[in-house]
């Protein structure tokens, strides 16, 4: 099931899965980066039944990538059409990746992330490729 939510303008696809109270689910996903540059690998909202925002999650880095570093920014999240919401604009998470800047190749991390009543393993894995000379900044 995906959800869409606005942020800073971009639309955001994510997989949520909804889980039972206090269960830990496992997510797989794969994203693409350019070497040395930020890539955007999550985004981290809780939104009640009423459109307002509930207890952001912890985000906890279970298994570091080996070639980059991950860091996570405060953020406000504009959201249309989201479940019962029409519009919401509510506080987030957001969180990036950043590889060693000659570093090419796959590069798996794990995020923890605790809502109240559920975890979710995050298992990412960040495909890196070179930049050309052109591009380099």
Known sequence: MKRRWVLS??????????AAAAQERVV???IKAAAGKD????AYINVLPDCSSGPLPT???VKPPAHGQ??????KVNATNYKQCLALDVPGYVAFYRS?????????F????????RTELQEITVSVQSLEPSQRT
């Open 28 to 30: 797989q996903r794969s």
């Open 70 to 75: 991950v860091t996570v920014k405060k953020a």
């Open 39 to 42: 890539v955007r690998v999550g």
């Open 59 to 61: 985000i906890r880095l």
């Open 110 to 117: 794990t995020l923890e992330v605790r809502f109240p009543g």
């Open 100 to 108: 060693a800047p000659d570093f090419t190749g796959d590069d798996p």
């Open 9 to 18: 303008g971009a639309i955001v696809l994510l997989g949520w899965v909804i």
